[in-house]
């Protein structure tokens, strides 16, 4: 047993360390920079040992906790776009005074649990990490305290979060009741068509699992937290948890509902269709960039999730390359957002981008580059991942599904063309001030250089993501 | 020949507009307009050296580059033949005189004009080369957004409406198109055009496939009724925009129904030419009398292109040698002419700053370099014997008459009104005798301007009296294209019987 806690490592580095770095914000003042240094490091660190990690699947605690190439994949993913988002947010946080010591150790906390997540092999363990991932998310959207809106859209997302856990953990009881057992595997090979509770069951918990990754119709929380919680939060909303909910779902669609396969497939294909639907239209007439992205992400979710309802390993990769482009695309739009200030405020509206083209060339064509890679248009990476999604669909042949994304991309396609009209048609009325966050700029940078040359050697991440699932 | 000749060619214009972004701003963006000139002049040279050494007698792909790309799926494949050669000449050609041309014009932010000129070169040489259909997407969609700048930022008042109109209306039918392709690949197993010609897609397949790729190509044409957008792109666009628009980009669409429509689908090609005829003839009559109505000289011009390229795609589904190297002959040839034309109105536009036919007139009197150009090209748009405009639409019209006489009579009235509003047109901006003071006061063509224009009429004149090297270049091609459709077409009747 003690020899198999290896494979537990990273995690029990990641706890203990956010322990101690807990006790050195609570100890030492004005510890913010500290802190926040600290956990970049460490960071970096769980990331370097989850890269030497051997690579056969390993499964401890009796089966409940698997490391796969599959949980690895997504903790580095994870790992890697906290880096990103935390550091490129660091100047935000401390000139919006919201520079407090918890600010890093909870998101530390919400990896830990993700890490749980993606890991999990048993109900049990999936309900715990998705909590401990909840909770921490909870305290984020509301940590600028003196803020109304941080605080309204922290208790919004907190009332309806913890409805929707609710419902899955009433599905993980069910599920047990039904199978009798909570080990994945275990009921995988219970279940099948005959067990019409195990269905209610599988219901429930698509409904919390679709509320985390904000699908619709669970998405009503999205667009007000995304508006209400400050920018350097919102980013990592739209990035990190919907990387862990994704690869939860297709973890519980790929193993314990892979017999049920025909029952859960007309649920996704709905919430799919639904939200690439809604995530088109209701973009179309919003004002704010945040609440904006934030329909734009309930659409990209759509997408991924088309290659979900193939029900296939072909449809799965698509959905996690998907995910993967989709990362670097709101990475780097929401470092834009970090470079749009004027007079120390932060500009969160469209009509503040209009013509900055002029005054500040730069960002203007990362922001063109990320805009035109969002609605998909090829040669750069956002075409590439629809590409691949579509690829499966079709070859499942699901065509209304295909063809009903793809109009979406025309109508979605719009809104992204209004942005770029106001950045380079429009006439120029502002001028920002000198940008100062400079890991903003490289990071805007590494993701329009990554969206840019995608498509000089594109199957380089299928490559990897074809090593993750066994069949 | 070892040497990547295609690579290069597609490339070239891209990394020249890198080094364009690296330059430094100095005054009037000398080194940028330099750099544009020369690399543009070299894509040119190259494409012709290209030319010069294709071997007419083979109807197979030649300088056929295969790189793999998306692991065993799909590759990186390129090649030209005897047709897709004179469209990337044509593109060659085009651009270089597009650069020249914005010397005059375009007077804000001109770095950023080359760079999206030249990256546009790039993709358009991209989708003449490619023979796959993934990269022939690729590039046919990417070409939305340098255009949609072009538009957008160096347009006209109405530029936002149009630029929109014209990138939602092309993205909307291309993505019809790209389900098509990816259901061509998990019929056939394959997306390399060459292995596809071999493989015969099923005749169950043809008519859905046919048509999701109808839809992009009858948006791009323009055909009608989805033309809306050109006149719109047209008026708004700056003059190298419309260039560009009309003389290349439009070509894409013919050129992709003689590379996938007809050698993929047979059958459903032979089933939707009723469709085919009544659309073209729609567009040739309806669209000549609609130009004959403008007050604006470029939506004049833009309808007049939706009317000669409905004689393009009536060419191309009369599936006889006539009418397919008469199409080809006439994209090339409204290519040269409809160029020279925008560059005409671009000329004016840049001394008065108005389009409208009714603020000119007698211009003959004060500026006659420039009236005698005008006089040559409109002549040419309609059709005169001598022109490259009359081979093409009477090779049109002698393959439609081996099919169906009643369209070819009715085509042939679209002769009969293009010459009327050409003839009016230049009636009314050129003669009149009611001069305005602003006129009097115009100078007339400058050197650049002269040496743009006569290089156009040149080629108008020179392939109108001498296109033996143009039918030399397509003939070999041409006939595999209609025997390759004609067997197929009898190995699938043959299968149902």
Redesign the interface.
Known sequence: MINNLNILLPEIFLTLSIFSILMIGVFIRKSFNLVFNLSSVIIVITLVMILNLPTQPEKIFLDSFVRDNFSNFFKILILASSLFVLNSSKTFITENKIDKFEYPIIILIAILGMFFMVSSNDLILFYLGLELQSLALYILASIDRDNLRSSESGIKYFVLSALSSGLLLYGCSLLYGFTGSTNFDFIANELDKQNTGAIFAMVFILVGLAFKISAVPFHMWTPDVYEGAPTSITSFFAVVPKVAGLALLIKFMHIPFANILLEWQTIIIFISISSMILGAVAAIIQKNLKRLLAYSSIGHIGYALAGVATGAKSGYESAIVYISIYVVMNIGAFSCLYLMKKDGKYKENISDLSGI??KHPLLAISF?IIL?SLAG???LGG?FAK?YV??SV??HKM?AL??VG??T??IS??YY?RI??TI??DDSSISFDVAKNKVAQITILISCSFLITF?LY??LL??VVNTLLIN | MNFPILSTLIFLPLVSSFFIFLSKDQKNNYSSVYISVFSSLATFVLSLFLWYSLDLNSPDFQFVEEHSWINDFIKFKLGVDGISILFIILTTFITPICIISCINSVKDRVKEFLIAILILETLMIGVFCSLDLVIFYLFFEAGLIPMFIIIGVWGGPKRVYSAFKFFLFTLLGSVLMLVAIIAIYWITGTTDITEIYKIKIPKDYQNLLWLAFFSSFAVKTPMWPVHTWLPDAHVEAPTAGSVILAAILLKMAGYGFLRFSIPMFPVASEFFTPLIYTLSIIAIIYTSLVALMQDDMKKLIAYSSVAHMGYVTLGIFTFTKQGIEGSIFQMISHGLISAALFLCVGVVYDRLHSRLISSYGGLVNYLPKYSFLFLLFALAALGLPGTTGFLGEFLVLTGSFQKNYIVAMLATIGVVLGAAYMLWLTKRVIFGKNVKDEIKKLKDTNKLEILMLTTLAFFIIFFGFYPLPLFETLNVSVDNLILNYEQNLNDLKIVEK
């Open positions: 083209s002029k063109l035109f248009i090829p040669p075409f590409f579509f690829t079709i070859e065509y295909a063809i793809l109009l991309t025309v396609a719009f063309l770029i009209k380079y048609f498509f594109p199957s299928n490559n």
